[in-house]
């Protein structure tokens, strides 16, 4: 076992008594006292959460809860921002993702991102979605990276749309097709995570409810957490909710029992509209 890994004993003695936070069996990712920091700011406050496997899970919360800076710490995209730190532990499986040993590049092949505004690369939708499996050297020859580009765009439902202009411009393509491109980009890596910051909220009703229907088919093989100001949108889509006020977590749940019968007075207030 090296330092990147925490000791199977440890994860085993947890409960929800020794911890105070529900527990997974088995989850995808497990994040503990984890706290965030701008220059002297704090922004996210000693957050335990278990994600557990192949679910989709929503992050809620009023603007500036640190929805997004908390999103951020599971692929170490705050790495990007110079005054940001991250203290506590975050495990993708059993392994440390911010142990010194990690590859980034890496770790961020295996949790992906889609952000709020479409942001597909000024070339063809085809390099689009082979650009990542070029790099991480994923296919052997031009006829496997054919079939990759291929499938990744079945499973986002835009190989029929863009099959035969392939070589043209992603940016020429609508915004929720940019969109479900940057999802199929995403996912042709072979994630096993994938994070989305407010994925919807630059799309017309019609190219959210297509992107929701996609995250909850891509939910068969992945595990997704989105962060949402739509509190349909997370109802919609995800089977657990964190909600999330003024950096701390406050509640986690079944999705369900968040939106009806909430644990903690924060989360009613919020669902109910009185914080906003
Ligand atoms: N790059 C940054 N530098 C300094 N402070 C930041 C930075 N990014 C976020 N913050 C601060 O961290 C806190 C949390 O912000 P964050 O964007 O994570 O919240 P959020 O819940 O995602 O908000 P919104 O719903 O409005 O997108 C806020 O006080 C914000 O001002």
């Not at 278990?50 to 997004?68: A, F």
């Not at 082979?130 to 990744?152: C, F, M």
């Not at 835009?158 to 393509?173: Q, S």
Request: proline share 4%; net charge negative.
């Amino acid at each position: 076992m090296n330092n990147a890994q925490i000791s199977k004993a440890e994860i085993v003695s947890e409960t929800y008594q020794t911890t105070g936070f529900p527990l997974l069996d088995d989850p995808k990712m497990r994040v503990r006292n984890v706290d965030v920091f701008y220059g002297e700011k704090q922004a996210i406050f000693d957050v335990n959460l278990d994600i557990g496997k192949n679910q989709v899970i929503s992050m809620i919360g009023p603007s500036g809860c640190g929805k997004s800076t908390f999103l951020r710490c599971l692929n170490r995209m705050n790495d990007t921002i110079d005054i940001c730190r991250v203290e506590g532990e975050l495990l993708l499986e059993s392994q440390n993702i911010y142990d010194k040993k990690i590859d980034v590049v890496e770790l961020r092949a295996r949790v992906g991102m889609v952000f709020q505004k479409p942001n597909p690369f000024p070339k063809s939708i085809y390099e689009n979605v082979a650009y990542g499996a070029r790099i991480h050297g994923l296919t052997d020859n031009k006829v496997q990276l054919d079939e990759l580009v291929e499938k990744s765009l079945i499973r986002c439902g835009l190989w029929k749309e863009v099959k035969d202009r392939l070589e043209e411009p992603a940016t020429g393509l609508s915004g929720g097709q940019q969109q479900r491109l940057c999802i199929a980009r995403a996912i042709a890596v072979n994630p096993e995570v994938i994070l989305m910051d407010e994925p919807c909220s630059a799309l017309d009703p019609i190219a959210t409810a297509t992107v929701e229907e996609l995250i909850h088919e891509l939910s068969e093989n992945f595990t997704i957490c989105i962060v949402t100001h739509s509190m349909q949108q997370a109802a919609r889509v995800s089977q657990r909710t964190a909600y999330f006020h003024l950096g701390k977590l406050i509640e986690v749940n079944d999705t369900s029992t968040v939106f009806t019968n909430p644990e903690h007075k924060l989360t009613e207030e919020y669902i109910t509209g009185r914080i906003g």
